[in-house]
Nanobody
Framework: QVRLVESGGGLVQAGGSLRLSCLAH????????MAWYRQAPGKPRELVAH???????TYKDSVKGRFTISRDIAKNTMYLQMNNLIPEDTAVYYC???????WGQGTQVTVSS
């Protein structure tokens, strides 16, 4: 029933780094576009990064140069490497398979000043 499971969130100081992981359960992962979203308290969910099945990536403007989305097909895992974190990055981060409308349960990222 659970198709996507995120992990890797936590508390980090501004300027620090975290790497989020999204483990996919199912054969869809190898051919599906994937994305990371985030939702801050009281704010709507927003797209952070997207990666096509072919590996083409796009990013929200505010994270360009700081975040990197990637995937390891053999491991059925997508990653979000987050560097130079700022407090505005604080949110619950969600893994998404857009075509399938699969969502993970979310992982909390908190960045302190």
């Amino acid at each position: 029933q659970v198709r996507l499971v995120e992990s890797g969130g936590g508390l980090v100081q501004a300027g620090g780094s975290l790497r989020l992981s999204c483990l996919a359960h199912g054969s869809f992962f190898s051919i599906a576009d994937m994305a990371w979203y985030r939702q801050a308290p009281g704010k709507p969910r927003e797209l952070v990064a997207h990666i096509t099945s072919g590996g083409t990536t796009t990013y929200k403007d505010s994270v360009k140069g700081r975040f990197t989305i990637s995937r390891d097909i053999a491991k059925n895992t997508m990653y979000l490497q987050m560097n130079n974190l700022i407090p505005e990055d604080t949110a619950v981060y969600y893994c998404n398979a857009p075509v399938h409308n699969y969502w993970g349960q979310g992982t909390q990222v908190t960045v302190s000043s």
